[in-house]
């Protein structure tokens, strides 16, 4: 049985995800922000299904973006075996529709939230000399595309400074594992924030079409009964990470429909592994004991 903390808990990979866990015998405790006012039918949900089904799964009020809470939220908590930085947001337009407060949102929700919680949870990781941090990044991580430039930056952002982690605490006996999920019948589509320049975003008719595009595909794709986009696949990957035993998780695992990355993940695995025996760091690729 880990303790397992999980963020951004009120909806998707998050809220299956603490459901599954639980279920499966792990002491879950599901974070997410606004549990007394706009996710308090979220929080409810989670907390009738644990007492329902006499489950260990808690829910805690957290929000990855502020200091305070994030201390208030972890100071009293066991240490933690394994966390899920899960809690992010898209932000869709052309770079240019964007303002700058609007940009350093996106980062400081999907990069320095995960940066907070990292740092929450380290200090009794190392002191108990093992621990699994598994970092949602998405297929926007490895590719680059038009109307979600910021999206794809933070997420570019993410993947970096997960694997540069993940040499820096294995020797020290804990994990760090990136999950990519691809596009997923989620709310994360509806809730893409969308750069509010009215004039600026007229300028380019080209990424309002690519982005309209996007999602009707997507959504296609949701109706397909076929299509890999059950949120599900992704709770069943952190389930296989977490059931990995310690050093043998891989750093990187895609999810759903990669749209390529599948194919660039195994094309720079070998220049990944130059690199690493240049520094003379091969050592430092997982979890030792």
């Not at 972890?74 to 992010?88: F, Q, S």
Request: a negative charge; aromatic letters at 8%; proline letters at 4%.
């Amino acid at each position: 049985m880990k303790k397992i903390l999980i963020t951004g808990c009120s909806t998707g990979f998050g809220f299956e995800a603490a459901k599954y866990l639980a279920e499966k015998g792990h002491h879950v405790f599901a974070s997410m922000r606004n549990v007394s006012t706009s996710n308090a039918a979220a929080a409810k949900a989670l907390r009738d299904f644990g007492k329902e089904n006499n489950l260990n799964l808690e829910v805690i009020e957290l929000d990855v973006t502020s200091d305070k809470s994030v201390s208030k939220a972890t100071k009293n908590l066991p240490t933690v075996d394994v966390l899920i930085n899960n809690a992010g947001r898209g932000f869709g337009g052309a770079i240019e529709t964007f303002s700058l407060e609007e940009c350093q949102a996106q980062f400081d929700l999907n990069v320095l939230g995960n940066i907070r919680m990292i740092k929450a949870v380290l200090p009794n990781m190392r002191a108990q000399k093992s621990g699994l941090i598994i970092q949602l990044s998405s297929i926007a991580g490895r590719l680059a595309v038009p109307g979600f430039g910021i999206y794809c930056a933070s997420k570019w952002a993410v993947e970096a400074m997960s694997e540069s982690l993940r040499y820096e605490v294995g020797p020290l006996g804990i994990d760090v594992s990136i999950v990519q999920p691809g596009p997923f019948s989620t709310k994360f589509l509806p809730n893409v924030i969308i750069g509010n320049e009215d004039e600026v975003t007229n300028a380019y008719p080209h990424i309002q079409a690519f982005n309209e595009g996007f999602v009707a595909n997507s959504e296609a794709a949701f109706a397909n009964r076929d299509a890999p986009t059950d949120p599900m696949i992704v709770v069943k990957i952190f389930e296989d990470l977490i059931d990995a035993p310690a050093g043998q998780r891989p750093l990187r695992t895609e999810a759903g429909l990669d749209f390529g990355v599948k194919a660039i993940n195994e094309a720079l695995e070998p220049h990944r592994s130059t690199t690493m025996n240049m520094f003379q760091i091969t050592d430092w690729d997982g979890a030792k004991g």
